[in-house]
Each structure stands twice: as C-alpha cells, then as structure tokens.
C-alpha cells in the first residue's frame, strides 16, 4: 500500500432503497483539494477543520449539482488517519452515492484497498494493532457482549496487558543480557528471582490463550445441528427457539425436506441453529437429498442436540444417530414432548429412570425446559465462562500469545538445565518478538496486509 497517496471509499453500507444517508471518506495529500473541487458552499461558510459545511457536490465538467450535501474537513492530525480527511454526507441509497464517489476519483484519489484507512491510522501512530483489529471486531460483531469485547479492546485495555508483559519480558532480557556481556563487572543474577518473574509471566499467557476460545464464542458464535427422528419436534424447538416460524410443523414424519438454518443470540452467545431433515431411510428422493444435507450440517457442527420423543423412549435409531456425531462436537441429548409424558420439564437428575440418556427434559410445544436447554448447552460448550471477560485474544493474537508461552517454557528448561545465560536469551528473544508482533512493535508489511485485508472496504 502505498501511504503517500490519496484514498478514497463509501465509508457507510450500500443498498438500492435503504439507507437515508452515505458518506464518502476521502484521506490524504489533496483530501481537501478534492473537496474544494468538488463541493460548492453557498455564503461564506469558513473552511475550518473539524466544521460543517452543507451545500452540493457538483460535477466540475459540467457544472450539475448531483446532490445536495454536508462536508465535513478534518486537517492533519486531528483525524482518524492522522492525515486531511474529507467527509461528503451524501444521500443514501445506490445511484447518489456512487455518482459522488466516481467524481472523487476523477478528481485525483483511488480507491481504498480493505482496511486501508485503519493501516494508515496504525501506520501514523493513531493505532496500535490490537486496537485496530478491535475496529473491524466491533463492526462485525453479532451480539452486544461481542461488542462490548471488541470496545475493551479499542479502548486499549488488551494493548496495556500486553505491553506490560513484553515490559517485564525486556526487563528480564536486560539483565540477562548484560550478564552475557559483563557478568565480571556486574554483582551475581539472582536466577531464582529471574525464574519466578518468566514463570508468572508464562502463567498470564497461558490463561489468556485460554480465555481466547470464550472469546471466539462471543464473537463468531456456534454452530449447533438439532437431529433426531422425523416428527420428534425438532422443528417446533427452533421455532421456539428463534422466536418465530421458520419451519413448517405438522405431525407427519418427514416434513422438512432441507436443513433449515435460523440465526439468533442466547445469553450473549451468537448461535446459528440447523434444524435437520429426520436421518432415515427413505425412498423420497428430495427427502433423501435433505437427508446428506443434514449429514454434512452434522459433520461441520460445533455442537449436537440430539432430540428423542419421550413418549416413544430411547430406541435403537437414537442410539444409531448418536453414533453418527462427529468427534470433538459437544453432545447434548435432550428428551422432547415432557408435557405429554407427564415429565417434569428441566434438567434431568441422577435418577434417570425412564429418560434414557436425556440431560434436559422439555417441552417444545410449550417451551418448558427450553431455558434449561439453553443453559446446559452453553455450559457443555463452555460459554458460559465467557460472560466474564473483560478482554479477550482473537486467533492471530492467540497464536502469538502461544508462541511466547511456548518460548518461555524453552527458558524455563534452560534455567532447570542450568545451561549459561545466551542459552536463556535465545527463547527469551522469540517471546518477545512474538508480543510484539501482536501489538505492532515488530511486525512485517506482510503481516499488515494480511490483517488489514480482512476488514470492510471504507473503514
């Protein structure tokens, strides 16, 4: 990317119809000569940083006014790239705005590759990494605890923690490293005190590479496959679930025909429901195309609940399907139609007489013990932990932050082995690094690509 350029982009999501207002962001050298080009305010309205101008935008060749308008000029470096920013508030829908922004581009920018503006507001110091990955984290969050993770980090409270590892990290390698170099005309390293300072900072690692998964969670949700028998309620449990009908209900077996997918948020925990075609043996040819379709949901599944009907108990084809469930997905079995078994709906005690294998016991034709459900399920999969994080590592982050944990274990070995100091130094180097990396201390032009390559165009 080429930093000394001017850029430009819709900043705001377009779609023909919607949306009352757009705005196009322009960053760069002749951001302001653009705008003056461009926008035409009626009086006297000063041309100050950080005001309000309202006019029109107008095509310079030949003099139409294609929208009526707000401008707004942000100069170096009060800006969110740190250089001259231009925002045209035009608005919305499809044809206004694109005709706005081909004139910003016939008048000298191009357009902004993914994430461009936030590389060069990291680029210019008005970023660290952490906090720039937070932007594209809260943009695409699904739920308000997500979002209320990625504000943590865009606040800065993962880049303090991390830096403050790294700090004592540094601090350690200082002293290890004078040793190396003049350990005659130093006072003798107390190792212990050395050793126990690495351990600690190992430990914080570790439990934040823990709590990276819960994280993950939070943010990209589960993908949860409801099978069983034809007519065991599946259907009724997502509509009751989701809130509304998604799936035809009736009480003939084999009424869904395709997997049925049905997007929602649970105790803060994004969720994408695939309730299956009943997993039999048919003839039906289009029942037997959603049959592999619900085979294949079941293989990609992060968890499985597998519904049976209690009036007919547990049978051999549950136990058939229970086989079935791919290793590594939770298994949640829960039994359906509590009302009609005269069942008393929730989790199920230590004496299961008559429930089989069953966790939970409900009723989705009412909705008793869906709140059980619900809660056993994020348990097993270990969401419910996650309700209490304050900062959380996404996947880059986490590999880095394993790295270094698996680096200070190399120091830890060297100091068991009681190996000399430049052995100490060598693992103690990668750990460091490897933080840095996370934060954008010590990171390479290609890493930068790759992360900003992965956020929306405009931001």
Request: net charge negative; glycine share 8%.
């Amino acid at each position: 990317m080429n930093s000394s350029d001017t850029i430009a982009a819709i900043a705001t999501a377009v779609a023909p119809g919607e949306g009352s207002v757009a705005i196009v962001r322009i960053s760069g050298t002749d951001a302001a000569a653009i705008g003056r080009r461009l926008f035409a305010a009626p009086g006297h309205q000063p041309w100050d940083s950080h005001r309000v101008l309202y006019g029109h935008v107008v095509d310079p060749a030949s003099g139409e006014r294609v929208d009526e308008a707000l401008l707004l000029l942000m100069r170096a470096p009060r800006s969110f790239t740190r250089e001259d920013v231009v925002e045209l508030h035009c608005h919305g829908g499809l044809a206004c705005v694109q005709r706005v922004f081909e004139l910003v581009l016939a008048a000298g920018a191009r357009r902004a590759l993914p994430g461009e503006f936030s590389q060069r507001a990291f680029l210019n110091g008005r970023l660290d990494l952490t906090r720039a990955e937070a932007i594209s984290e809260l943009i695409a969050a699904r739920s308000r605890r997500a979002a209320q993770l990625a504000m943590a980090g865009l606040d800065g409270g993962l880049q303090r923690r991390l830096q403050g590892l790294r700090a004592r990290l540094l601090d350690q390698l200082a002293e290890l490293e004078a040793r190396v170099d003049f350990e005659e005309d130093l006072p003798a390293l107390d190792a212990a005190a050395l050793v126990s300072e690495l351990s600690g900072v190992c430990a914080e690692l570790e439990q934040l590479v823990a709590e990276a998964r819960q994280g993950e969670l939070l943010r990209e949700g589960l993908r949860v496959a409801i099978i069983g028998s034809p007519n065991v309620g599946k259907s009724s449990l997502l509509n009751r679930l989701s809130r509304r009908e998604r799936a035809i209900v009736t009480d003939l077996p084999g009424t869904t025909r395709d997997l049925l997918e049905s997007e929602l948020v649970l105790e803060g925990v994004p969720l994408t429901l695939l309730d299956t075609a009943g997993i039999r043996d048919t003839n039906d040819p289009i029942e037997r195309l959603g049959i592999e379709r619900s085979r294949t949901a079941l293989a990609s599944a992060d968890a499985v609940l597998l519904l049976f009907d209690l009036t007919a108990g547990w049978t051999e084809a549950e136990e058939a399907l229970r086989q079935q469930v791919p290793p590594g997905a939770v298994l949640l079995i829960a039994a359906n139609k509590a009302d009609l078994a005269g069942v008393t709906p929730g989790l199920v005690s230590a004496d299961r007489s008559g429930l089989g294998p069953a966790a939970v016991a409900l009723s989705a034709l009412n909705g008793a013990g869906t709140d059980a459900l619900v809660g056993e399920l994020l348990r097993r999969c270990g969401a419910t932990t996650a309700q209490g994080l304050q900062v959380a590592l996404n996947s880059r982050q986490r590999d880095l932050a394993a790295a270094a944990a698996h680096s200070l274990g190399l120091v830890l070995q060297a100091a068991a082995q009681q190996l000399p100091w430049d052995f100490w130094t060598i693992d103690l180097r990668g750990a460091v690094r490897s933080l840095g990396e996370i934060t954008g201390e010590e990171v390479t032009e290609a890493v930068l690509d790759r992360v900003f390559s992965r956020f929306c165009i405009g931001k």
